[in-house]
């Protein structure tokens, strides 16, 4: 069965990094644009990155250009998100997801497979 597994998430002081990682199984990944949400408390999940099944292309929320980096190793079948000058207010879970096709698309309902989710804390 498909399995998406995110790890990598943690608490961190603002102005810090992390680098989320999710790990796919039960799918041909190459043939999969990939994405991360997020989901704070009391709040809807919204759309971070998401980069194409060859990293040629990648799209990212508003809210974190310039700090965040989406990638991918198909060789692994992982995907990455580097965080950077994280704020209090990327306090969220974290979740990767996955869509069957060539290129990304920043709507949670385009997306077939998700993650469990993993946790990020940014205390200020």
């Known amino acids: 069965q498909v399995q998406l597994v995110e790890s990598g998430g943690g608490l961190v002081q603002a102005g810090g990094s992390l680098r989320l990682s999710c790990a796919a199984s039960g799918i041909t990944f190459s043939r999969y644009s990939m994405g991360w949400f997020r989901q704070a408390p009391g709040m809807q999940r919204e759309f971070v990155a998401a980069?194409?099944?060859?990293?040629?292309?990648?799209l990212y929320a508003d809210s974190v250009k310039g700090r965040f980096t989406i990638s991918r190793d198909n060789a692994k079948n992982t995907v990455y998100l580097q965080m950077n000058s994280l704020k209090p207010e990327d306090t969220a879970v974290y979740y990767c997801a996955g869509r069957y096709g060539l290129e990304p698309s920043l709507h949670a309902n385009a997306y077939s497979y998700w993650g469990q989710g993993t946790q990020v804390t940014v205390s200020s």
């Open positions: 980069i194409s099944w060859s990293a040629g292309n990648s």
